[in-house]
């Protein structure tokens, strides 16, 4: 069973491209699509007892190596623009696959906001992914934040490709602005963007932008690919738009819990492997195995940033 809660509207008994009420959706295996006859719930402000108590079991994993407390490990991942329900899903599950080969024992469940299938429609995905970010914070990690407890401590992950980046630190702005949810105690622990579509100077140490994203997160590891021609600011959807963190990295200097992770001679060194990848500089993660073990090490936390045995040093830099 695949897990995913969106906030798309329905239409004519199928999910649409704008902004809608909550649905929490439990997808068989044997589904090629999310549609509204998955849900659970509909309309709702807060993540259902019953789908939350399945998404804890499958996230049991082990226990706290300094508690000895059972522990719990849940990655929400975050899809970008130009990203229908379909392709939100084949990625869910390719994240899902990669990361248990690797070892990780949690659960990966998904945050679908409204995204269309068009490349063109970068604007409106914008706005709407501007429009449906607090749900990931006020539903999605709140809701499991008031679920921890003795019997079982929760980590919660978040891994967010292109436009998603940019829903998770509004996500975060948002929130601690608001006192209902700033008041609460909520945090994740790792925090992964994947060809992250948000400016590289706003992830900077200091900028008001992301301080909510660094204070709720232990660390922030920034995947970047300076091959991303999505990201390239010569492309058309996107004149005008400031150098990105998942081409650039994040623009010195970082904050002390950010990690840089440059793909690049990693991507190009495999390129020709890519070649059946629809827009492979930019979606290469999901179909790497590297990658998914590197990412895997990292939501386990159990080693330095530096000791990843995935990645390469050269003096201050990190490469995959």
């Known amino acids: 069973m695949d897990y995913i809660f969106t906030v798309r509207r329905t239409s004519k008994g199928a999910f649409t ?8 959706l439990e997808v068989p295996e044997s589904a090629t699509d999310i549609s ?18 399945k998404i804890m079991v499958e996230a049991r994993s082990g226990k706290n190596p300094v508690t000895g407390q059972p522990r719990g490990d849940i990655v929400i991942y975050v899809h970008g623009f130009n990203t229908p329900t379909k392709v939100m899903l084949e990625r869910h599950r390719k994240l899902q696959a990669g990361l248990k080969k690797h070892g990780f024992e949690g659960c990966v469940i998904s945050f679908d906001w409204p995204s269309a299938s068009m490349a063109l429609n970068y604007l409106e995905d914008r706005s709407d992914a501007k429009s449906t970010a607090r749900y990931l914070v006020d539903v999605g990690i709140a809701g499991f ?18 436009m998603g980046a940019f829903v998770v630190r509004e996500a975060f702005d948002d929130a601690d602005d608001r006192p209902g949810i700033a008041a609460k105690s909520w945090s994740v622990s790792q925090v992964l ?7 590289a100077g706003s992830l900077e140490a200091g900028n008001p932008k992301s301080s909510s994203l660094y204070r709720h997160c232990v660390r922030l590891t920034n995947y970047h690919n300076p091959f991303d021609g999505a990201l390239s600011l010569s492309n058309v959807k996107r004149v ?7 081409r ?16 690049g001679p990693h991507f190009k060194a495999r390129k020709a492997s890519f070649e059946d990848i629809p827009n492979a500089s930019h979606t290469w993660y999901f179909f790497d195995d590297t990658f998914m073990k590197d990412a895997a090490a990292t939501i386990q936390g159990d080693v330095d940033r530096k000791m990843i045995e995935t990645r390469r040093v050269e003096g201050d830099k990190l490469y995959l």
Request: aromatic share 2%.
């Open 17 to 24: 491209a704008e902004p809608g009420r909550t649905h929490f």
């Open 36 to 53: 509204p006859d998955q849900a659970i719930s509909r309309g709702s402000k807060k993540i259902p007892d019953s789908w939350a108590r």
């Open 145 to 162: 934040a008031d679920r921890q407890t003795q019997e079982c401590e929760i980590n919660l992950h978040i891994i967010a490709h292109s």
């Open 193 to 199: 963007l994947l060809s992250g579509d948000v400016s």
């Open 240 to 246: 005008g738009v400031a150098p990105r963190a998942g």
């Open 248 to 263: 650039v990295g994040i623009r010195s200097p970082e904050p002390s819990n950010a990690v840089n992770v440059d793909c």
